[in-house]
Nanobody, 121 residues
Framework: QVQLMESGGGSVQAGGSLRLSCVAS??????????AGWYRQDPGKEREGVAT???????EYANSVKGRFTISKDNVKNTLTLQMNSLQPEDTSLYYC?????????????WGRGTQVTVSS
């Protein structure tokens, strides 16, 4: 069972930056073969895909974060990172790290426990 441990959440004022990290362990394949990403969820709302990265390095972003957030993957350190700049109050949420082996990409995500990001105006 893949384990994902997020870190880096916190509180910041609007316009500030945060960097989220996620370390993956108990992998059945080399981390380079996994696709990965970040989701976020507010209470009472559905989870929203923020950014994903395929095992070929292709990235996708939600329209709301394009140009402000950058996802990256270190296949040596088994670490996924989300650099968040120009944060806005609407970015406040619980952020989850996800990963899936190559045959489950986009469908059978493994989930971390989440890290809280709070942006004040």
């Amino acid at each position: 069972q893949v384990q994902l441990m997020e870190s880096g959440g916190g509180s910041v004022q609007a316009g500030g930056s945060l960097r989220l990290s996620c370390v993956a362990s108990r992998l059945s394949y080399p981390y380079s073969r996994y696709c990965a990403g970040w989701y976020r969820q507010d209470p009472g709302k559905e989870r929203e895909g923020v950014a994903t990265i395929r095992n070929d390095g292709y990235t996708e972003y939600a329209n709301s974060v394009k140009g402000r957030f950058t996802i990256s993957k270190d296949n040596v350190k088994n670490t996924l990172t989300l650099q968040m700049n120009s944060l806005q109050p609407e970015d406040t949420s619980l952020y989850y790290c996800v990963a899936a082996p190559p045959h489950q990409c986009g469908q059978g995500w493994y989930w971390g426990r989440g890290t809280q990001v709070t942006v004040s105006s």
